[in-house]
């Protein structure tokens, strides 16, 4: 029987400055998901990278006295760093600078165009450069790009145009059939109703006198390909399209692109639109995130409410990072970031939840038996307890419910926190030794169980713990029974350290 596959991407992201916090959400949805399948046996398979293409890349480079080559050289390097950073454990990381994807882009816009779905025509309309995209006056508030807080510039000129329209009822059945998944549910009626008020045919080339920095269109010298030939095939080219057959036929059709509000009609319509056109087959399904907001309002310099991701690592941590994000993203709404809220969680989660139960495990363990695992003594009530949560841990992760499956590996360190303050085993190991060893294996059950079930989400924390335990998780199919009697349990350095909390 062949191995389960597993195809997740996140957004390609435009590398123009250094991560944002929305981009960390992003990549650390993604890797926790990546590394469960991995953990139930799924041959899984991460791709992220860089749009390293278009006007305002060139902008930014010539404001900063570089040569675009090297603004994008420079700044994709924080993005490939993400592996160190918030220990991303992506599979590959794909630039659009790279011949690789260039030859990828190229072949689905010969694809397109060969169905007659490539067509050329005068325009003038109002663009963003800020989103690289033009706009029509229903997008603007106070004729101005919401995103971006500016007016839109008149430009005319000539472009090569996708027939989007012709697609639209297509894009219809395939989203309410559900062929092409939209999670959260609610967001599927959202984009099926902007379908349905009529899609316009979309710019796909611009003149390469506007956009000097471009791939150019294979039929065209005189043009560039835009955004969405460009960008989106990022998927197409990760996968090894263009220089890896086995790899595509391996992992395509993806299995969930991960991506951010903002560009959910890109995404569940333009993109799915190239694919049909260019009969490849479309991706399984799009999760959506929110935003991440601070004190209530988008991140801003101007309102001076700015977070820098980079700031919560140095002070606290990626797994302090990567557990907030995870624990405050609820389906549907946007995670508002407070350095105080932030702090509160570390302690209350962290420091005093979870850092404290494996400290007292430990301890217990160490001063009454050596640090030696006692002879296994099953509790039916512990293990139906420990099997209870696995599913629903389970089902929360199938659905990319993250906070919900956090949640279930949380209530086991709840309960096991209460249940050193109810049995006492200090006292046991006076006067009930039997006791006592039963109530320490079943302390040493638990958090065997919450270390494996934690390696998704702040995998570090999590391998230190299973190590001390002598326990890995390639053993999650065996929900009781993980410790082994008569293991040595080493001690364990402090998890998560106490940290001042911020000013402000």
Same mark, same amino acid.
């Given at each position: 029987m062949s191995k389960q596959k597993f195809y997740a991407t996140t957004a390609i992201a435009y590398p123009n400055a250094k991560p944002h916090l929305g981009h960390f959400l992003e990549f650390i949805q993604a890797d926790t998901l990546t590394r469960f399948k991995k953990? #139930?046996?799924?041959?899984?398979?991460?791709?992220?990278?860089?749009?390293?293409?278009?006007? #305002?890349?060139?902008?930014?480079?010539?404001? @900063?006295?570089? &040569?675009?080559?090297?603004?994008?050289?420079?700044?994709?390097?924080?993005?490939?760093d993400l592996k160190e950073t918030i220990d991303m454990d992506y599979s590959d990381f794909i630039a659009t600078t790279q011949e690789r994807h260039i030859k990828t882009a190229q072949d689905v816009w010969t694809k397109i165009y060969n169905k007659g779905d490539l067509y050329k025509k005068e325009y003038e309309g109002l663009y963003c450069v800020g989103c690289e995209s033009f706009k029509t006056e229903k997008d603007l508030m106070n004729g101005k790009c919401p995103e971006h807080d500016k007016a839109p510039i008149l430009l005319r000129e000539e472009n090569y145009f996708f027939?989007?329209?012709k697609y639209q009822d297509a894009l219809i059945e395939k989203l309410e059939s559900r062929e092409l998944q939209i999670i959260p549910e609610f967001r599927t009626s959202e984009i099926v109703n902007v379908a349905r008020s009529g899609l316009m045919d979309v710019s796909f080339s611009r003149p390469k006198e506007s956009l000097e920095w471009g791939i150019e269109v294979p039929n065209n010298s005189k043009h560039v390909m835009y955004v969405w030939c460009d960008a989106l095939t990022n998927y197409l080219s990760g996968?090894?399209?263009?220089?890896?057959?086995?790899?595509? &036929? #391996?992992?395509?059709?993806?299995d969930v692109h991960m991506i951010g509000k903002d560009i959910s009609r890109f995404h569940a319509l333009i993109w799915p639109a190239m694919l049909l056109s260019a009969e490849i087959p479309l991706p399984k399904a799009i999760f959506i995130h929110e935003f991440v907001t601070s004190k209530g309002?988008?991140?801003? #310099?101007?309102?001076?409410?700015?977070?820098?991701?980079?700031? /919560?690592?140095?002070?606290?941590? @990626?797994?302090?990072?990567?557990?907030?994000?995870?624990?405050?993203?609820?389906?549907?709404?946007?995670?508002?970031?407070?350095?105080?809220?932030?702090?509160?969680?570390?302690?209350?989660?962290?420091?005093?939840?979870?850092?404290?139960?494996?400290n007292r /495990?430990?301890?217990?363990?160490?001063? !009454?038996?050596?640090?030696? /695992?006692?002879?296994?003594?099953?509790?039916?009530?512990?293990?139906?307890?420990?099997?209870?949560?696995?599913?629903?841990?389970?089902?929360?992760?199938?659905?990319?419910?993250?906070?919900?499956?956090? &949640?279930?590996?949380?209530?086991?360190? !709840?309960? @096991?926190?209460?249940?050193?303050?109810?049995?006492?085993?200090w006292k046991l190991f006076k006067e009930d030794k039997e006791r006592f060893f039963h109530v320490l294996f079943v302390l040493l059950e638990l958090l065997a169980n919450i270390?494996?079930?934690?390696?998704?989400?702040?995998?570090?924390?999590?391998?230190?713990?299973?190590?001390?335990?002598?326990?890995? @998780?390639d053993k999650i199919s065996i929900m009781y029974g993980k410790v082994r009697e008569g293991f040595r349990i080493e001690p364990l350095t402090i998890l998560f350290p106490k940290i001042d909390p911020p000013r402000g």
């Open positions: 953990m #139930k046996g799924i041959d899984a398979f991460l791709l992220t990278g860089t749009d390293e293409h278009g006007q #305002k890349m060139v902008e930014k480079a010539r404001a @900063s006295g570089l &040569e675009v080559e090297q603004l994008v050289e420079q700044n994709r390097k924080y993005f490939t027939r989007l329209s996968a090894g399209y263009s220089d890896d057959p086995a790899r595509f &036929e #391996k992992y395509w059709p993806c309002k988008k991140m801003s #310099k101007t309102i001076g409410n700015v977070i820098d991701p980079y700031e /919560v690592v140095n002070r606290y941590g @990626s797994e302090a990072l990567r557990f907030f994000l995870l624990k405050e993203g609820v389906k549907g709404a946007d995670i508002d970031f407070t350095w105080a809220r932030f702090h509160n969680i570390y302690e209350a989660e962290l420091l005093n939840g979870l850092g404290n139960l494996v /495990v430990l301890v217990i363990a160490q001063k !009454y038996t050596g640090g030696r /695992v006692p002879k296994i003594s099953r509790n039916e009530d512990i293990e139906s307890m420990i099997r209870l949560a696995w599913r629903e841990y389970d089902q929360f992760l199938d659905q990319m419910d993250f906070k919900a499956a956090l &949640e279930s590996c949380l209530n086991l360190v !709840y309960f @096991s926190n209460r249940f050193i303050n109810e049995q006492e085993p270390a494996l079930m934690l390696e998704p989400f702040i995998p570090r924390t999590a391998r230190r713990v299973q190590k001390v335990l002598g326990v890995n @998780s």
